[in-house]
């Protein structure tokens, strides 16, 4: 991999770029696999304990590195290591991320709102020191609607923005030897669309009869999809319900609020200043609303807009 001028954050985009494509892996791309790793990295974050978030990289070291909800995701480390290797000056917290909002643009999603400056723990001691106890913070497919609400009301999110984030969806596919649940949700698991929501509404979802954990499952074109009780939740809950049918209907705004909503995730828990971007994210997750209906503290400027020494503050 090439080594790129320090601070270069853009350059970094395209070196994750070039590792996409991956023939041996899944569906031959790491694209789903990094965007499963900064969401994986910063969903364990708590309003409540203050911890866990993306900065840091915890995911290096136990408990996380062999958490179950994280199983398969030292491939996607495995992929960025070589950029990682020839640009020393880029934390691995910073990466993560960016390697997922690199992956959503290059799969034909939108452009995530991103800021550097996350730092690495160097050691699991300190790791778990500043993290505490981060079992079972991650969503559990099997289960339904309140567990939804739990998990990402712990993070201050809303219920639109909950239905955004599981857009996501539309990307990779879930593995037996992993997280025991089977297949993908979409025909077409490397292209970032509104597939997912457009299917859960107008697909008949079946029990599938396996000897794996109870899932749903439909053929589209030959191809077996499945959806998990999570899921099926959203369209069961008349809270959630009008959110799919939004998006299934305009992928233009699924689009626009699933950038915000992913944009708030990777920010959680991340330890700057507290100025710009970062405040409006602590202060959308305090009030638990979405980032475009959050006022800038104190009359501040956009919190898209900044510049610093070293990219430190610009916004990709």
């Not at 996409?20 to 791309?29: E, I, T």
């Not at 077996?224 to 299934?248: G, H, Q, S």
């Not at 992913?262 to 305090?286: H, M, P, Q, S, W």
Request: hydrophobic residues 40%; charged residues 25%.
């Amino acid at each position: 991999m090439a080594t790129v001028k320090e601070g270069d954050f853009n350059a970094i985009k395209e070196e994750v770029k070039k590792v996409l494509k991956q023939p041996g892996y899944d569906d031959g791309s790491a694209g789903p696999v990094f965007v499963r790793l900064a969401w994986h990295a910063s969903g364990n974050y708590s309003l409540v304990e203050h911890n866990g978030g993306s900065n840091g990289a915890g995911m290096r070291f136990p408990p996380e590195s062999v958490d179950p909800a994280n199983a398969g995701l030292h491939h996607a480390i495995s992929f960025l290591l070589p950029i990682q290797a020839a640009n020393s000056w880029i934390s691995h917290a910073d990466l993560w991320t960016l390697a997922g909002v690199a992956a959503i643009e290059a799969m034909g999603g939108p452009t995530v709102p991103w800021q550097p400056g996350r730092t690495d723990y160097d050691s699991g001691e300190a790791a778990s020191e500043h993290r505490g106890e981060l079992a079972d913070r991650l969503p559990d497919g099997a289960k339904g609607a309140d567990h939804i609400r739990d998990v990402f009301g712990r993070m201050g999110f809303s219920d639109q923005e909950i239905v955004a984030l599981s857009g996501a969806h539309s990307l990779g596919r879930c593995h037996p030897d992993r997280s025991g649940f089977d297949g993908p949700w979409v025909v077409n698991p490397t292209r970032f669309s509104n597939q997912y929501f457009k299917l859960l509404l107008t697909r008949k979802w079946t029990p599938r009869k396996w000897d794996g954990p109870f899932q749903y499952e439909t053929i589209v074109a030959g191809t077996r999809l499945m959806m998990l009780p999570t899921d099926m939740a959203l369209i069961e809950d008349p809270k959630f319900r009008p959110w799919v049918e939004k998006y299934a209907a305009d992928q233009g705004l699924f689009f626009k609020d699933f950038a915000l909503a992913f944009g708030k995730l990777i920010e959680l828990g991340v330890e700057r200043d507290d100025t710009g971007f970062a405040k409006l994210v602590n202060k959308a997750a305090r009030e638990g609303k979405p980032l475009d209906k959050t006022a800038m503290p104190n009359g501040g400027g956009c919190p898209f807009a900044g510049t610093g020494a070293k990219g430190r503050e610009a916004k990709l």
